[in-house]
C-alpha cells in the first residue's frame, strides 16, 4: 500500500516566488523539486491528512504532487483547496484555487462530481480541505495544498515503474 499525504502552508515573503517558497516551507515540502500530476490517485494507495509532511527525502530530490496553490500581492484572502474522492479501486483528486473559501470548497465539490460522472469506478468517500490566508498587502502572500504522492526519487533517475 502507498501512502499520498495531504500537506497544506501559508507563507508571506517580498516577492511572489519567495511567498511560494515560505509556503512550501510552512508544509514541509520546500526543499524537493515537486512534479505536478493530474488527478489520479492510483488504486492501491491511501490519502492521509496530515497538515505538514514528515520527512520524505535527500533535499533536491523529486517529489510528485497535485497541488492547489493562491498568490496575492494585494490586501485579501487567498485560497487553496484541495478535493480527494475513493473507493476501492481508483481515485480522484481536483483542486481549485481563488478568493473566496466559500467558491473554492464548492468548485472542488463541482469538480469531483464531474470527474466521478466520467469514470465507471465506486466511490464510497469524498474529503476536501480549503487553506486560506489574509494578506495585508505588504508583500505577497501564498496557499498551498498538495497531496504528495510517497517519498521523494532522486531527480537524477527515471521515475519509478
Known amino acids: 500500500m502507498h501512502t499520498i499525504r495531504i500537506v497544506r502552508g501559508v507563507g508571506d515573503a517580498p516577492t511572489k516566488m519567495a511567498s511560494y517558497d515560505a509556503a512550501l516551507a510552512d508544509a514541509n515540502v520546500h526543499n524537493y523539486n515537486l512534479v505536478p500530476v493530474s488527478s489520479v490517485i492510483p488504486a492501491d494507495a491511501t490519502v492521509e491528512d496530515v497538515?505538514?509532511?514528515p520527512n520524505l527525502g535527500p533535499a533536491g530530490n523529486r517529489l510528485t504532487v497535485v497541488e492547489a496553490r493562491s498568490t496575492t500581492g494585494g490586501v485579501g484572502t487567498v485560497s487553496a483547496g484541495l478535493g480527494w474522492t475513493t473507493g476501492p479501486g481508483p481515485g480522484l483528486f481536483y483542486e481549485a484555487s481563488g478568493e473566496d473559501p466559500?467558491?473554492?470548497?464548492?468548485?472542488v465539490e463541482v469538480g469531483l462530481a464531474a470527474g466521478r460522472d466520467l469514470r465507471e469506478w465506486e466511490f464510497d468517500e469524498r474529503e476536501v480541505t480549503v487553506t486560506t490566508a489574509e494578506a495585508d498587502g505588504e508583500g505577497y502572500t501564498t496557499a498551498v495544498t498538495l497531496a504528495v504522492y510517497g517519498e521523494s526519487d532522486s531527480i537524477f533517475r527515471s521515475p519509478r515503474k
Open 51 to 53: 497538515d505538514t509532511a
Open 102 to 107: 466559500d467558491a473554492v470548497r464548492r468548485s
